[in-house]
């Protein structure tokens, strides 16, 4: 029995891992719960899994939900806020804490899971792409595993298994091309929001949706596989793969090509990610190679999706460029889904942003460093937005 937390848990990440621990009784016990707003799924959530501790992150609820919980025989320690998040992430015998939170408001948690000893689920890639000079050396420090559980990196991470350190030669990110892998470039310019939230093969929240139709998704996953597999960027391969039925490959030494394969879930690599090195029986429907028929694979589009140029820079830059590159993509994304700006704007606005950071790199930057990089591209991609009305 594995007693995890987690943060984000009425999200997708959430949601999916809780499938899991409803579907592996014998197998998990959640410690923890933590979340943004929802205190009607929280609330039900808390019924159910019988959590010691809750987070929500908007404090003016917390009244709520404790009438929610009224006449329900499990009462949680309630907590609020930011620092009610931290707390849940570092709480108690919880051995693993799932990181879904979106975005990077996970990097604090993180840091304090970390801190007291816990292995991370890394389910929100943000953390390492920001947070990657901080949390890294974290990680070594008090031993623990920072476990993958986004589909490409926990595909790498299956086929490593077993090669030895030196043995790895290249990594190949599968991208599904997201919603307008079909569309010609032209055409861009006219998508609405709706339009962008039509992913062809992943179910999985809004932002991420976004990222995978500007292809920055598969930018930030290059970064995040830097810091996770210790390649240079010009060892990290990115290749369309419209089916998603390849999750990712990997490349030895002697140019033997390994990959993962499976039918496109979330759940595949959560459950991994919990329960490593080990492998739990599922009742999931077996991959099927006849009915996935053909896997085909394209060159990705610079030119047409010009956000993976713009992560490729930021990972070679380093320092805290990675974190404005976030920050910019966070708040780009957030102006595009109100609709204050077009689809194009976000490539546009996070290029302008990194170009003026540039100067003000550090090499080796504080976690004081990375969060003021990160106020601070936040801050120039709004006041970019106001200029080019
Ligand atoms: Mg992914």
Sequence with gaps: MKKISILGSTGSIGTQTLDIVTSHPDNFQVVGLATGTNITLLARQIAQFKPEIVAICDETKVNDLKSLLTGIEHQPIILAGEEGIIEV??????????????????????????????????????????????????????????????????????????????????????????????????????????????????????????????????????????????????????????QSIIHSLIELEDTSVLAQLGWPDMRLPLLYALSW?????????????????????????????????????????????????????EEAVALFLSEKIGFLDIPRLIEITCDRFSSHNTSTPTLEDIIEADRWAREEVRNQMLLAR
């Design 277 to 329: 090195p080990d492998r739990i029986h599922t009742d999931w429907p077996s991959l099927d190679l006849v009915k996935a028929g053909d896997l085909t694979f394209r060159e990705p589009d610079h030119h047409k999706y010009p956000c993976m140029g713009l992560a490729y820079s930021a990972g070679i830059a380093g320092g805290a460029m990675p974190a404005v590159l976030n920050a910019a993509n």
């Design 89 to 242: 992430a570092r709480y108690g015998d919880s051995e693993s804490v799932v990181t879904g939170i979106v975005g990077c408001a996970g990097l604090l948690p993180t840091i304090a899971a970390i801190k007291a000893g816990k292995d991370i689920a890394l389910a929100n890639k943000e953390t390492l792409i920001a947070g990657g000079p901080v949390v890294l050396p974290l990680v070594q420090k008090h031993g623990v595993k920072l476990l993958p559980a986004d589909s490409e990196h926990s595909a790498i991470f299956q086929c490593l298994q077993g090669v030895p350190s030196n043995g790895l030669r290249r990594i190949i990110l599968t991208a599904s091309g997201g919603s307008f892998r079909d569309l010609p470039v032209e055409k861009l310019n006219t998508v609405t929001v709706a339009d962008a939230l039509k992913h062809p093969n992943w179910s999985m929240g809004k932002k991420i949706t976004i990222d995978s139709a500007t292809l920055m998704n598969k930018g930030l996953e290059v970064i995040e596989a830097h810091y996770l597999f210790g390649l240079d960027y010009d060892r990290i391969d990115i290749v369309i793969h419209p």
